[in-house]
């Protein structure tokens, strides 16, 4: 990525396209996060696009997918081949992931499209004002987001992923009747390629981590009431 272009590769193609950068906003880290991310608007030839820039510091785990240990020589292709694998399997991932080089992707911007954006860590819910979204957050019924969130739970036992303790869902809200469950951050994701192969303890932890989650976002709701 220059000054003022960058070039995005189409998982799949070999040809880049080149996009002139018009803004470019450093995300604040939450704790404990490592990713630099930037949101950025980019201007082609007939439409401009929102995407998060992130560079990558780890990567998603994938057994059986013949990916040798060691030095990794492009970060950015192992997450692309994780996320379009959890695309694949019928993950709630963003939509869009584009390669810039071996170690930054660009992803969807969700807060670009309407959406706010919350997660299950309570800090990062009051250590800022208020936003309009937080009522409608608030009157999403739990019983709903339960609901959601075993369908995932149920997916990512029968296709051989394992969840993440920390950053396990994020929820993207427009209003309470306009939202959706988002595996946002899937650097932490350990996925077999043998979906008939995953240890119990996956599904085990997996449900831990479905219930410890649900506990926070009812807690948050409770709080934004």
Not at 95 to 110: E, F
Not at 192 to 200: A, F, G, S, T, Y
Not at 203 to 216: G, P, S
Request: proline fraction near 4%; hydrophobic fraction near 35%; charged fraction near 30%.
């Amino acid at each position: 990525m220059s000054e003022n272009t960058v070039d995005l590769l189409k998982p799949g193609q070999l040809e880049s396209k080149s996009w002139a950068v018009r803004q470019e906003i450093e995300i604040p880290k939450s704790d404990n996060a490592i990713e630099d991310k930037r949101r950025i608007t980019l201007e082609g030839r007939d439409h401009n696009i929102s995407l998060v820039t992130r560079r990558l510091t780890s990567n998603p785990i994938l057994r059986g997918f013949g990916i040798p240990l060691g030095p990794i020589e492009s970060r950015s292709d192992i997450y692309i081949l994780a996320w379009q694998t959890l695309k694949d399997r019928g993950m709630p991932v963003v939509d869009t992931v584009r390669k810039i080089d071996n170690s930054q992707v660009a992803t969807t911007d969700l807060v670009a499209n309407g959406y706010s954006v919350y997660d299950a860590k309570l800090d990062s819910q009051f250590n800022r004002e208020s936003i309009p979204a937080d009522k409608s957050f608030a009157e999403i019924p739990l019983e709903e987001i339960e609901k959601r969130a075993n369908h995932v739970l149920e997916e990512a036992n029968r296709q051989g992923i394992y969840l993440p303790k920390d950053g396990l869902l994020h929820i993207a809200v427009k209003n309470s009747e306009d939202w959706k469950l988002v595996l946002l951050d899937i650097n932490d994701v350990l996925i077999c390629k043998d979906q008939n192969k995953i240890p119990e303890s996956w599904k085990e932890e997996n449900a831990d981590h479905t219930r410890m989650w649900l506990r926070q976002i009812r807690r948050i709701q409770d709080r934004l009431r």
